[in-house]
């Protein structure tokens, strides 16, 4: 008698991010998120039609993801409307320090908190195959400041060589927005922490009204809605991971941007009290203040200097630092540190000597003579860029702005990118700045 041997049961996956060898899925080239992580520790499993608390929530459309959650508009059951789900990864132990921070603002200052930050309308846990999610019912709202420029009119369709940019007064008014909300949070001593263009959400038109059938996404890959299945390299079935990943649809269509623009901050996941500040914030690259690239060191000024950056990004639709990834952490943040010397002027000498590897670019007369990340290759030429300042490079992107609204503009990106944070303006001090005067 023929006896069948049981299936080997899956191994575990490891609750971090797998390692070449480790890799589960064959490869899904839709623009998602990465389907390895999927782990214990990561992403929770969604599908189009999912129930969450009891089945009050139901999720219909993914609105977008990032690092730490994934974010779906879901229909209210209870009480009817719509809602941003907004689901952490198991793993991410901040998730009750937003919760802290959400509820203190609220308290603190209501009308103001509703007013510039996404309301917070629930909380719950979900226990999940990866673990126990935090999850956060926010008011719905439309794009990001990131993707609603590639929704306006005026480059559809889109043409070779098209500068894809916000007009100036659109810049101006969201910047302005964006820092008013920011002013706020300083008020209450709190940091953003994660201030940058994703962050920034647009306001929608009244959607509770719409059918569902019009906001429902499409379970449909042949339309691009979703991934093609997904698929182990072993051909199992995972236990972890959805059966296919959803294409993100903001509300672009229902956002309103014509007569009134209206911006608030949302994602207070990497914010932090003034009094405990983090010491591994989630600042992204490319906007990370000197002191914290070369000393790990976390003020409440982190923020007014990411300002300064989204200012040169919003008015000329070119990001001011450009700091790409890397296996070494060392060449990022030898990279950075040469594009902040190119662009805004030497360091001080406090910060240019706790840069260890500075010999492999400056002569110990601190005169520039290799411009090669990691250093001088073994029998090859020192490589040299000519060094271009924040002003040459805005007027090169060529903004639609007259001369003197240009160099007011540069004046204010100058006055708040200063290495010394006791010399950056506060949010409410920049407010003051004659060109948000005119808004």
């Known amino acids: 008698m023929d006896v069948s041997c049981p299936p080997t049961p899956l191994a575990t996956p490891p609750s971090r991010a797998p390692k070449n060898d480790e890799l589960r899925f ?4 839709s623009p998602c998120e990465w389907i390895e992580d999927y782990h214990p520790g990561g992403y929770h499993p969604v599908h189009l039609g999912d129930t969450f608390r009891d089945g009050r929530y139901k999720v219909i459309r993914k609105l977008g993801n990032g690092s730490y959650s994934t974010v779906w508009l879901a229909r209210d059951t209870t009480q009817g409307g719509y809602v941003a789900l907004k689901i952490v990864v198991s793993g991410f132990p901040k998730s009750t320090n937003e ?3 959400l509820d203190h603002v609220a308290q603190a200052a209501p009308a103001q908190a509703a007013q510039y930050i996404t309301r917070l309308l629930d909380s719950f846990e ?3 195959p990866n673990g126990l999610h935090t999850c956060l019912v926010f008011e719905p709202m439309g794009p990001t400041v990131n993707t609603m420029v590639q929704e306006l009119p005026q480059f559809k369709p889109r043409k070779f060589r098209m500068k894809i940019r916000y007009p100036p007064e659109m810049s101006r008014a969201i910047l ?3 820092l008013e909300a920011l002013a706020f949070l300083h008020a209450q001593g709190i940091a953003h922490g994660d201030f940058q263009p994703g962050n ?3 306001s929608l038109d009244d959607i509770d009204s719409k059918p569902e059938d019009l906001l429902r996404q499409e379970e449909c890959v042949e339309t691009g809605s979703i991934s093609p299945p997904v698929q182990r390299l072993d051909g199992k079935e995972d236990l972890w991971a959805p059966r296919y990943l959803c294409v993100e649809q903001p ?4 956002t309103n941007y014509v007569n ?5 901050l949302s994602d207070l996941g990497g914010a932090y009290f003034f009094t405990h500040p983090p010491t591994k914030p989630l600042t992204p690259t490319g906007l990370r203040t000197p002191e914290l690239v070369l000393a790990g060191t976390v003020n409440n000024t982190n923020d007014v200097w990411s300002f300064g950056c989204l200012v040169f990004e919003l008015m000329t639709g070119r990001p001011l630092f450009c700091v790409p990834g890397s296996e070494s952490q060392v060449e990022v943040d030898d990279d950075h540190l040469l594009q902040l010397t190119g662009i805004l002027g030497p360091l001080p000498d406090n910060l240019y000597e706790q840069w260890e590897t500075s010999s492999l670019y400056f002569t110990p007369q601190r005169e520039l003579y290799n411009c090669e990340v990691g250093g001088v290759r073994e029998g090859e030429e020192p490589l040299m860029f000519e060094q271009e300042s924040m002003e040459e490079l805005f007027d090169q992107a060529n903004p639609d702005i007259d001369e003197e609204e240009a160099s007011e503009i540069k004046s204010l990106i100058r006055r708040i990118l200063q290495y010394d ?3 950056r303006p506060t949010p409410a001090e920049i407010l003051q700045d004659p060109w948000f005067l005119r808004a």
């Open 99 to 101: 919760l802290q921070i």
């Open 176 to 178: 302005k927005q964006s």
């Open 260 to 264: 009134e623009i209206k911006i608030k």
């Open 26 to 29: 064959k490869t899904i080239t």
């Open 421 to 423: 944070p006791a010399d």
């Open 126 to 128: 979900h226990q999940g």
């Open 251 to 254: 509300l672009a269509a229902f």
């Open 200 to 202: 920034m959400l647009f």
